[in-house]
């Protein structure tokens, strides 16, 4: 009540209490109320909600929430998929040019940068980003989720907008957006002395290992600057795949018997073998050299992991999982996907791809699992329902 009250700007009234102002506040007039991301604070707004609906006649409710508030009388509307076509996003674009939604005063409102109560400004503004890149500035924003990547860029003194939009997880879209901007803008830019020419300076050259070595490197190596984080490795026929925790995995290709790069990313891995030639730790190569340890961890048997297996459904995504066990492993299957493995980490939370990265399985009173809360980078604890 607090946040409503403060939102439509009630004064402070002692001997009153906040739920009593607020509602005779909201009954003078026909109101629409918007309650957005409740599942944060699912009771108190399902308090507030019946409070005002109860003892008002003019006003009505819109609740954003990944859980249900139970509201009598609600009326569920499940937010299909956002899509966002480029065309969209051009027409977004040229509208900062010439507004015909919104009009000039929203479209000037969206530079304004945030203000600290120091008085100091934010490059952040309206959902832009102010920025300079070689001398221009620009307000730009990007964004991702699952296998999708986005960004676009706009130089107002130039007129000139780039939007970039990819299905690729690996897409560097504003490297690209930059990049194009270069093209069309060069003469604006800062000139940037270009470095001589080197051919093949120092590109690694991919070699062939025995397989009876590779298969010493396989396992799970856990970072020591970041307790929890693994590297697991893993052969598939003469190729060695590595996939960090809540990453893609991605083919790492021989130098030497102990060396391997990526070529997806400016990384490496050096592993390090001890006098009886097994391999305890590695070193990874990147932005830096990060020591990581080898982890033993007991696979759960056939039994325990038949507990999770079953199909789970997620109402929010409109998504259906079907969990099996496989050779030992438990897998999750999807109409769109290829089957993954779903990695024992720690009691009942398990491990899978970037998208997937971790999975805690829920059990009832009796200990029957009933639920998985799937994890990633930007989602946190989505829920997926066992049906059966």
Request: glycine letters at 8%; hydrophobic letters at 40%; proline letters at 5%.
């Amino acid at each position: 009540p607090g946040v409503v009250a403060l939102t439509v700007g009630m004064a402070e009234a002692p001997g009153r209490s906040i739920a009593d102002r607020l509602v005779e506040r909201l009954d003078r007039r026909e109101t629409l109320l918007l309650l957005d991301n409740c599942e944060h604070v699912l009771d108190k707004a399902a308090s507030l909600a019946i409070e005002v609906l109860k003892r008002t006649g003019s006003v009505r409710i819109v609740a954003t929430s990944r859980q249900p508030l139970g509201v009598a009388g609600r009326h569920p509307y499940l937010i299909p998929t956002l899509e966002a076509p480029a065309d969209d996003a051009a027409r977004w674009l040229a509208n900062f040019d010439r507004p015909v939604f919104g009009g000039e005063d929203i479209v000037d409102r969206q530079y304004q940068r945030g203000m600290l109560t120091s008085g100091d400004t934010l490059q952040y503004a309206f959902g832009l980003m102010h920025g300079n890149y070689r001398g221009l500035d620009y307000v730009g924003h990007g964004g991702s989720d699952a296998g999708y990547r986005a960004y676009f860029v706009r130089f107002p003194k130039s007129r000139f907008s780039i939007a970039v939009m990819s299905n690729s997880a690996a897409a560097r879209t504003q490297m690209l957006a930059n990049a194009v901007s270069a093209l069309f803008l060069e003469d604006e830019m800062i000139r940037i002395p270009r470095p001589p020419l080197v051919q093949d300076a120092g590109v690694p050259v991919e070699v062939h290992i025995d397989l009876s070595i590779l298969d010493r490197l396989v396992g799970e190596y856990e970072l020591k600057i970041r307790p929890g984080f693994v590297l697991t490795f893993t052969r598939e026929g003469d190729r060695l795949f590595q996939q960090a925790t809540g990453q893609g995995k991605f083919e790492v290709y021989p130098s030497s018997d102990s060396t391997f790069f990526f070529k997806v990313v400016n990384a490496s891995v050096t592993f390090h073998r001890a006098l009886d030639r097994v391999v305890n730790r590695i070193t990874l190569h990147q932005g830096g050299d990060y020591e990581a340890i080898r982890v033993e961890k007991s696979r759960p048997s056939y039994e325990e992991l038949s507990e999770f297996t079953g199909t789970y459904f997620s109402p929010e995504l409109m998504a259906t999982y079907r969990l099996v066990v496989e050779e030992d492993k438990l897998m999750a299957r999807h109409q769109r996907q290829e089957p993954f493995e779903l990695i024992h980490d720690d009691g009942d939370t398990y491990r899978g791809p970037w998208f997937f990265a971790k999975a805690r399985f829920i059990r009832d009173d009796s200990g029957t699992v009933v639920a998985l809360r799937a994890s990633n980078g930007r989602v946190r604890d989505m829920l997926f329902e066992k049906v059966e």
